[in-house]
């Protein structure tokens, strides 16, 4: 199990591709200088447990849809009740710089 600061958590984070690997995916602050790309997804956690998704829609738009979440230990548990779906991520480490989960 990994043990981070909760806090870490609480902010809009989006996917850094470029550093993800074979067994984990990164994401970085939304005031991250990321290089040019044709869109990313992303999500805000938010301290009420509420969780916002971010996704290049059909036309390249940003799209959100809202859920909310639960932690469980290193478990971030999401119901995205429009999307009716749910799913877990684990999360390997956290910092005010950079979030990195398990791929599933």
Known sequence: MT??????????????HEEDTEDKKVYRPSNF????????????IR??????LS????????EKTTGNFTMDSNKLNVELVSLQKSYTMTILSCDENRLIIQKN
């Open 47 to 52: 301290e009420n447990g509420e969780f916002v």
């Open 33 to 44: 200088e990321f290089p040019p790309s044709r869109g990313r997804d992303g999500f805000e």
């Open 3 to 16: 043990t981070f600061n909760e806090d870490c958590i609480y902010k809009h984070w989006i996917h850094s």
């Open 55 to 62: 996704f290049p829609g059909p036309t390249d738009r940003l």
